[in-house]
């Protein structure tokens, strides 16, 4: 079982910045691939970023260039720095584990989620 823990949001005005945090519990923190996906008032809710175990990543192309994910395995933890936030960033953002499942990822542990809200 992985509890994840998100914090870090909160209201900030377009073009501030934001640090997401994400603890997990459990020991296989750092063999696991690691994203951050949000959801917005009635919107499904999209991936936003990944970083593989072994620190690669992957953006959408919403925030390539304005959000980074990185991961510290010695604290069990995962952020995503948010710059240049825009109004279309507001929703609540979610950490999750990822893991293969036959021959395609799902994401099997989820965070309770954290508001991130950009005035403009």
């Known amino acids: 079982q992985v509890q994840l823990v998100e914090s870090g949001g909160g209201l900030v005005q377009a073009g501030g910045s934001l640090r997401l945090s994400c603890v997990a519990s459990?020991?296989?923190?750092?063999?696991?691939?690691m994203g951050w996906h949000r959801q917005a008032p009635g919107k499904q809710r999209e991936s936003v970023a990944v970083?593989?175990?072994?620190?690669?990543?992957n953006y959408a192309d919403s925030v390539k260039g304005r959000f980074t994910i990185s991961r510290d395995n010695a604290k069990n933890t995962v952020y995503l720095q948010m710059n240049s936030l825009k109004p279309e960033d507001t929703a609540v953002y979610y950490c999750?584990?990822?893991?293969?499942?036959?021959?395609?990822?799902?994401?099997?542990?989820w965070g309770q989620g954290t508001q991130v809200t950009v005035s403009s």
């Open positions: 999750a584990t990822r893991r293969l499942r036959g021959l395609s990822y799902e994401y099997d542990y």
């Open positions: 970083i593989a175990s072994g620190g690669s990543t």
């Open positions: 459990g020991r296989t923190f750092s063999s696991r691939a």
